[in-house]
């Protein structure tokens, strides 16, 4: 049975930061919490580990997981450019619970999945991921559930769905709120082809409100009432 290290502990923290580092590695999964819902993590530069991630939670490779990084700068290397009014939404709300959709540095060798050129980063506002992050680099990291499930808000449920799928868990308690990130296509903004709005793919932890004051217009219209919200991820 794959380990879990409660985190609040500092012996099986050391041990449980070493035993990821390593997995991650080696091509592993690896549960940890963040300041939304547990992630399940693999190296986004492997595209072995990045399918076992989508393999263990029962997805197909048209729902390519997220990147989280551990700052602004690691930002900037994976993606194409980064616009003004997104530099307005990394000073807003990062580190939290806000996923940017972007044009994906083209030089990178990497495969997400049918990414169709973009990629979908976060910086997540926990220091144990922060601090995982800085060591490994960015990671694909998705909810750590089964598709079709809830995500899960603590380490048991995690391991519940995932089993010994993911080789190394990180318990860091129960999220805090259990609100996943809220998504934001910002791709139009790159370029000058379509209008430039900022589109809202998946409404979560980041109010849409929150959204409209620092973007004003460049956020899409409001969707009216009995429009679905997107699915969690």
């Known amino acids: 049975m794959s380990p879990v290290f409660d985190c609040h502990d500092e012996a099986q923290l050391l041990a449980g930061m070493r035993q990821a580092r390593q997995a991650i590695g080696r091509g592993e999964l690896v549960v940890l919490p963040t300041d939304t819902v547990y ?15 989508l393999e263990a ?8 997981p997220p990147v989280l990084v551990a700052g602004v700068a690691t930002l900037r290397a994976l993606v194409a450019e980064v616009p ?42 926990n220091n144990l991921a922060l ?55 910002a791709t139009s903004l790159v370029g000058s082809g379509s209008a430039p709005l900022v589109r809202v793919l998946r409404e979560g932890a980041v109010a849409r409100t929150d959204l409209r004051g620092v973007l004003g217009d460049l956020l899409e219209p409001d969707p009216t009432p009995g429009d679905s919200p997107g699915e969690q991820s």
């Open 39 to 53: 992630g399940v993590a693999a190296d986004a530069f492997s595209a072995r580990a990045v399918q076992g991630l």
């Open 57 to 64: 939670k029962g997805r197909g490779r048209q729902s390519p």
């Open 84 to 125: 003004e009014p997104v530099e307005r939404l990394v000073e807003a709300f990062w580190p939290g619970g806000l996923t940017i959709v972007l044009p994906a540095q083209p030089s990178l060798s990497w495969d997400l999945g049918d990414t169709f050129g973009t990629v979908a980063v976060r910086m997540p506002a």
């Open 131 to 185: 601090e995982l992050l800085e060591e490994t680099g960015p990671l694909a990291v998705s909810s750590a559930n089964l598709t079709g499930q809830a995500a899960a808000i603590t380490a048991a449920d995690a391991q519940r769905m995932l089993g010994d799928s993911v080789a190394v868990y990180l318990d860091g308690g129960p999220s805090l709120t259990g609100i996943a990130s809220t998504i934001v296509d």
